[in-house]
């Protein structure tokens, strides 16, 4: 039995010990905002976070993430309230077929997370820390423009 604590929730579930944290979210708790991407770890659309920290889910086994906090993009929003970087995203229109939206947002918050002074972080600083997630549809100058907004 593998216990997971995911957007606050505790959950119980029976799996093989190859499951990774991609397939536990999608396949046995109907988490399906987490893209399955490349299934490889190059591509970025699994992000999630793990204990505040930006994981690919694709590459990190579900029985490893055991007492520790996981957060999908379905646990992002409070009611009705979207997350700041949900709305930027959505007043910046950095979203074309959406696909890899919200490995985008997943990776954007924990990036602002990790940099104490975020402020100062230019243009050049934001793409090579973002540079983990891909967008085949080239909505890069509005993800800039939307990181921008909540940065500052």
């Known amino acids: 039995m593998v216990r997971l604590s995911v957007n606050g929730e505790r959950h119980e579930l029976d ?3 190859r499951t990774t944290l ?3 979210l999608r396949d046995h708790l109907g988490l399906t905002g987490t893209k399955k991407g490349c299934d490889h770890g190059q591509c970025g659309a699994c992000t999630v976070h793990v204990d505040g920290r930006r994981v690919l ?3 990190a086994l579900a029985v ?3 007492g520790r906090e996981i957060g999908t ?5 409070r009611g009705d309230h979207l997350h700041p970087m949900q709305l930027a995203f959505i007043e910046c229109d950095a979203l074309q ?3 890899c939206t919200p490995g985008q947002i997943m990776s954007a918050i924990a990036m602002l997370a990790e940099v104490e002074h975020r402020r100062q972080l230019d243009d ?3 793409r090579e820390r973002m540079s983990g997630n891909l967008c085949r549809c080239g909505a890069y100058p509005n993800i800039l423009a939307a990181i921008r907004r909540v940065r500052t």
């Not at 993009?73 to 929003?77: F, S, V």
């Open 15 to 17: 799996l093989d010990p």
């Open 22 to 24: 991609l397939d536990a």
């Open 57 to 59: 889910s694709c590459l």
């Open 64 to 66: 490893a993430q055991q």
């Open 73 to 77: 993009i379905e646990g992002l929003a």
């Open 97 to 99: 077929c959406g696909f």
């Open 124 to 126: 050049v600083a934001i």
